[in-house]
């Protein structure tokens, strides 16, 4: 649960990261549930208080800038 102050910072920042690396050219794809082009994004919002803070993401192959 994200109920305590530390918990929503956590979140907060992973939202921000999040957001940073969906648009940095050398990332290919993010994962995590609080980008609003997640697949399940509706279902997880009707299911939980936050999308939590973990995250993770693939980098581009070959294409490095």
């Known amino acids: ?3 305590n102050s530390a918990n929503q910072a956590h ?16 990332v290919k794809k993010v994962y995590y549930p609080g980008l609003d082009k997640h697949p399940q994004r509706g ?5 939980m ?3 939590g803070a973990m995250l993770s ?9």
């Open 57 to 65: 993401f693939e980098l581009e192959t070959g294409k490095v800038k």
């Open 11 to 26: 979140q907060k920042n992973a939202q921000a990261i999040a957001e940073f690396l969906d648009s940095h050219v050398n």
């Open 1 to 3: 649960a994200l109920g």
């Open 49 to 51: 208080k936050g999308p």
């Open 43 to 47: 279902l997880i919002k009707k299911q």
